[in-house]
C-alpha cells in the first residue's frame, strides 16, 4: 500500500486499530492483558463508555475476570477504572440517565485496584493515579505534586495517550511541579494526538488549522514529530 511499516510499534497499533474498527474487543482485551498499552487504552475507553451494564455485557469480561484472579496488573486496571467510573458519586441528572448508582464499596475497591496496578506499573492505572493526585478531589488520593508528576510520567514512558496529553498541558502551563516548556508541551500533546486522544487532537487542531492526523503507522517518526511541534510553537505565537 505504499506505507512503510518498518517501525514494529506502529506495525502493531495499526493491528489494534484495526481492531477497534471491527469491533472485536474480546481481542483487544487480550492484547491489554499481555502487555499492549495502546490496546488496554482502547479498552479502557469501550469499557468506560459500557460502564452501564459492563460487567454483565462487554466483550472480554471473562478473560479480564480469570487474569484479575492471577493478580494481572492491567486486569487490575481496567477492572478498577471501570467500578471507579460506574460507583464514583453522581449529579441527579447522572444518577437517571448514566448508570449504576452511588456503592461506596465498589468505588473504594476500583480506587484500591487502581493504585495496585500503578504501583505495579500498569500505565493506564498510572495515568489516572497522576490525575487523582494532580486534582486531589479524592479523600482517598491525597493532592501531591510529586505524586501526580511521578505517575504522569511512568505512564507517558510507556506512551499511555492520556498522560501524554496531561503532561503537555502541565509543560505549557509550568504547573504540578514542572518547569514550563511549550516545545516539550506541544510535541506531547501532538503525540497524544497521533495516538487518537480526542482531547490532544482538539488541541492541536485549535491552534494548527492544518495539521492533519497522520496514519498511526508512523508514530515513530521522531523528525516528523519535531517538525511538527515546532509548526504548532511558531503557529501558537
Known amino acids: 500500500d505504499g506505507i512503510s511499516r518498518k517501525d514494529k510499534k506502529g506495525e502493531l ?14 481481542e483487544i482485551a487480550k492484547r491489554a ?41 492491567a486486569a487490575m486496571a481496567i477492572w478498577g477504572i471501570t467500578l471507579y467510573t460506574s460507583y464514583r458519586p453522581k449529579g441527579i441528572f447522572e444518577e437517571i440517565f448514566e448508570g449504576p448508582k452511588y456503592n461506596d464499596a465498589e468505588f473504594e475497591k476500583g480506587i484500591t485496584l487502581v493504585k495496585k496496578a500503578a504501583n505495579l506499573g500498569d500505565a493506564a492505572a498510572s495515568s489516572y493515579m497522576g490525575a487523582w493526585c494532580a486534582a486531589g478531589s479524592l479523600t482517598q488520593v491525597l493532592k501531591n505534586e510529586r505524586d501526580a508528576y511521578k505517575y504522569t510520567q511512568a505512564a507517558v514512558n510507556k506512551e499511555y495517550p492520556t498522560a501524554m496529553y496531561r503532561l503537555g498541558t502541565w509543560y505549557l502551563d509550568g504547573i504540578n511541579g514542572v518547569r514550563k516548556n511549550p516545545e516539550l508541551g506541544y510535541e506531547l500533546i501532538e503525540r497524544a494526538a497521533f495516538y487518537g486522544e480526542t482531547s490532544a487532537i482538539n488541541y492541536v487542531k485549535k491552534y494548527n488549522d492544518k495539521w492533519l492526523e497522520t496514519d498511526l503507522r508512523v508514530l515513530e517518526d521522531q523528525k516528523q514529530i519535531k517538525r511538527s511541534a515546532k509548526l504548532l510553537h511558531s503557529s501558537s505565537k
Open 13 to 26: 497499533i495499526f493491528e489494534i486499530r484495526q481492531l477497534q474498527e471491527e469491533k472485536n474487543y474480546s
Open 33 to 73: 492483558l499481555s502487555g499492549n498499552v495502546f490496546a488496554e487504552y482502547l479498552y479502557i475507553q469501550y469499557a468506560v463508555q459500557k460502564a452501564k451494564t459492563w460487567t454483565q455485557s462487554a466483550e472480554g469480561t471473562a478473560d479480564i475476570k480469570q487474569a484479575l484472579e492471577q493478580n494481572n496488573p
